[in-house]
């Protein structure tokens, strides 16, 4: 697949965090290797597929084809490279979607450098800073914060699942794993096809602490976007967002994916749009 003639891979990429550093505030410029520099960050385009921006400029005189690329970082699992092919035209930066893998808590440090195949075959290391100071390191502590939450609690979909139309019906259940600090579910949203719609309006959703250890609340997931381009491109149908508060702190996004009965009733939905 051809993706230098992709919209959106042309360009800077955009901000994912609204307390990124200032327009035009960026880290130390890399040393080219092979002709080529890279910086990477968050963009709002890739996020919802876990993929960060990776900024790829061609700094030589001449074209140069990528094959794959590889995100390397001791805060992500390594995620094998997706077979593509990128001409870097001269003096030209892509923006390019960097899928990374789950989460590395026990290891904080270090910094990030792209892997990136040539078309000879050949495998080099790129540097790539944060193309905004801090912007991917957040996502790391977000995520380790979300890990956090996912020792002290469960929070899962449960239920028989009974379908009526587009929609499903079920419950939330959040539960504790352990004696600990109260644990609130502030909210919980779909995503590009799923809306998501809880059978109470009450703040918190549900709460559990050393006098309740199980709540659940009623759900209603519907199929409210079934048009082809939202089903062929959103990857992560069956991941929710949910945003949870330990100890009355401020709330973390955890994600909630489905799992069961809950999945086999949400993909049936998704096969019928």
């Not at 092919?85 to 979607?97: A, E, F, Y």
């Not at 075959?121 to 290391?125: K, T, W």
């Not at 996502?139 to 890990?147: K, Q, S, Y």
């Not at 945003?243 to 993909?267: H, K, N, Q």
């Given at each position: 697949?051809?993706l230098?003639?992709?919209?959106?891979?042309?360009?800077?990429a955009?901000?994912?965090?609204?307390?990124?550093?200032?327009?035009?505030?960026?880290?130390?410029?890399?040393?080219?290797?092979e002709?080529?520099?890279?910086?990477?960050?968050?963009?709002?385009?890739?996020?919802?597929?876990?993929?960060?921006?990776?900024?790829?400029?061609?700094?030589?005189?001449?074209?140069?084809?990528?094959?794959?690329?590889?995100?390397?970082?001791?805060?992500?699992?390594?995620?094998?490279?997706?077979?593509r092919?990128?001409?870097?035209?001269?003096?030209?930066?892509?923006?390019?979607?960097l899928?990374?893998?789950?989460?590395?808590?026990?290891?904080?440090?270090?910094?990030?450098?792209?892997?990136?195949?040539?078309?000879d075959?050949?495998?080099?290391?790129l540097?790539?800073?944060?193309?905004?100071?801090?912007?991917?390191?957040r996502?790391?502590?977000?995520?380790?914060?979300?890990?956090e939450v996912r020792?002290?609690?469960d929070?899962?979909?449960?239920?028989t699942?009974?379908?009526?139309?587009?929609?499903?019906?079920?419950?939330?259940?959040?539960?504790r794993?352990?004696?600990?600090?109260?644990?609130?579910?502030?909210?919980?949203?779909?995503?590009?096809?799923?809306?998501?719609?809880?059978?109470?309006?009450?703040?918190?959703?549900?709460?559990?602490?050393?006098e309740?250890?199980?709540?659940?609340?009623?759900?209603?997931?519907?199929?409210?976007?079934?048009?082809?381009?939202?089903?062929?491109?959103?990857?992560?149908?069956?991941?929710?967002?949910s945003?949870?508060?330990?100890?009355?702190?401020?709330?973390?996004?955890?994600?909630?994916?489905?799992?069961?009965?809950?999945?086999?009733?949400?993909?049936a939905?998704?096969?019928?749009?």
């Open positions: 697949m051809l230098a003639v992709a919209m959106g891979f042309l360009g800077p955009c901000s994912g965090d609204e307390r990124a550093t200032p327009a035009g505030t960026t880290t130390t410029g890399p040393q080219p290797v002709g080529l520099v890279a910086t990477v960050g968050t963009n709002r385009l890739f996020q919802p597929r876990r993929e960060l921006g990776l900024g790829l400029r061609n700094v030589s005189g001449a074209a140069i084809t990528v094959t794959g690329l590889q995100l390397v970082s001791d805060r992500f699992a390594p995620v094998d490279p997706e077979p092919t990128v001409v870097l035209p001269p003096g030209r930066q892509l923006v390019i979607p899928p990374y893998g789950p989460v590395r808590c026990e290891r904080p440090g270090g910094g990030y450098e792209a892997a990136v195949v040539l078309a075959g050949r495998r080099v290391l540097p790539a800073p944060e193309d905004r100071a801090g912007s991917v390191d996502v790391h502590e977000r995520e380790c914060a979300a890990e020792e002290l609690v929070l899962r979909f449960e239920g699942w009974e379908r009526e139309g587009v929609s499903i019906a079920g419950e939330l259940v959040l539960e794993r352990r004696s600990g600090p109260r644990v609130d579910i502030n909210d919980v949203t779909g995503n590009v096809i799923f809306t998501l719609r809880l059978g109470s309006d009450g703040r918190p959703v549900l709460s559990v602490d050393d309740r250890d199980r709540a659940s609340v009623p759900i209603k997931i519907t199929a409210d976007r079934c048009d082809s381009h939202a089903v062929a491109e959103f990857k992560r149908p069956m991941v929710f967002l945003w949870v508060a330990v100890d009355g702190g401020e709330p973390t996004p955890v994600e909630l994916e489905a799992s069961g009965d809950a999945r086999v009733a949400l993909e939905l998704l096969a019928s749009c």
